[in-house]
């Protein structure tokens, strides 16, 4: 099953820019690692995800604008057993 992970609720903030992508395609990752780096005009801020799974596209890019709701990527649900620390 795949899993779409959205730009949550940021505050007042819009239209923030994406300074850095910590993760990458193939990559499996656990619950609340975090994915992306957004900046606004007063701060910046991790976004986590929001469960554990391989990362299966990516559909952003560094410099992008987005705003809450806008596609970040999209996970794959594997077995908590097979998440690597």
């Known amino acids: 099953m795949t899993e779409q992970v959205l730009v949550p609720d940021v505050g007042e ?4 820019e994406i300074i850095e992508i910590l ?3 193939g990559e499996t990752i656990e619950k609340d690692t975090s994915l992306i780096v957004l900046e606004s005009d ?3 801020m991790e976004i986590p995800s929001p469960g554990a799974g391989k990362v299966v596209s990516i559909n952003v890019a560094v410099g992008d604008t987005v705003d809450e709701g806008h596609l970040i990527l999209e996970l794959e649900a594997v077995e908590p057993s097979a998440v690597v620390d």
Request: hydrophobic fraction near 50%; aromatic fraction near 0%; charge should be neutral.
């Open 13 to 16: 903030a819009q239209d923030v």
């Open 42 to 44: 007063k701060a910046s």
């Open 23 to 25: 993760v990458s395609v």
